[in-house]
């Protein structure tokens, strides 16, 4: 089994550019997350979904989308990049909420 | 508010035990976890805690106390590879996991 996986690995950008991040895992989980962890921080949550078609808002959702079209599938967006997006991005899964979450290996995103 | 307390960076010799403390302030509580980091990499899943008390799995014990908003990661018998960052994340009334900036380990031998 992958787990979870990542792509890309890595990228930059420059302002005003846009990108999809595409997480995937292979466990059948419901719960996706992605997060992002800056220097000196705690990893903060952007946006979940518990299941296919469905997505919320986490802690810092500004300035991104999802979707969650294939239970598999979980697509962060970033329409107009900002500088201040410069960050390495995190992907989980989970069966649900009390169950351990699964990290992907990370994005690591520079904005120029 | 939500809020996550650990020490930012801690040092110790290779085979002793080091206990990592956390205190947390959150709106509810629905159990806590803690992950284990190394440097550039993923986190992952050391253990979970719901109700008081200590949960062993091999070297690592977690301890949690919910009336004290506490809980602490206690690592014996440290190896090399145990350098890397400890994070506490409790998890809040909506099942949300609420992050803490992590503790930085650092095994010396």
């Known amino acids: 089994n992958a787990g979870v996986t990542q792509t890309p690995k890595f990228r930059v950008l420059k302002t005003g550019q846009s990108m999809t991040l595409l997480c995937a895992q292979d466990?059948?989980?419901?719960?996706m997350y992605w997060y992002r962890q800056d220097p000196g921080m705690g990893l903060r949550l952007i946006h979940y979904?518990?299941?296919?078609?469905?997505?919320a808002k986490g802690e810092v959702p500004d300035g991104y989308n999802v979707s969650r079209l294939k239970k598999q599938n979980f697509l962060l967006g970033l329409e107009s990049a900002a500088p201040s997006q410069t960050s390495v991005y995190f992907c989980?899964?989970?069966?649900?909420?009390?169950?351990?979450?699964?990290f992907g290996d990370g994005t690591r995103l520079s904005i120029l | 508010g939500q809020n996550i307390d650990q020490p930012t960076e801690m040092t110790a010799t290779e085979g002793a035990i080091v206990q990592i403390n956390c205190t947390y302030q959150?709106?509810?509580?629905?159990?806590l976890f803690w992950y284990q980091q190394h440097a550039g990499e993923a986190p992952t899943f050391l253990s979970y805690?719901?109700l008081d008390g200590l949960e062993e799995k091999g070297r690592f014990s977690s301890f949690l106390s919910r009336s004290k908003g506490y809980s602490y990661l206690l690592l014996k018998e440290l190896q090399m590879k145990d350098s890397a960052s400890y994070l506490c994340?409790?998890?809040?009334?909506?099942?949300?996991?609420?992050w803490g900036a992590g503790t930085k380990l650092i095994i010396k031998p």
């Open positions: 805690n719901v």
């Open positions: 959150t709106s509810g509580f629905n159990g």
């Open positions: 989980a899964s989970s069966g649900d909420s009390h169950q351990p979450q699964h």
């Open positions: 466990m059948n989980h419901e719960y």
């Open positions: 994340a409790p998890m809040d009334s909506n099942y949300q996991l609420i």
């Open positions: 979904s518990v299941g296919e078609g469905t997505t």
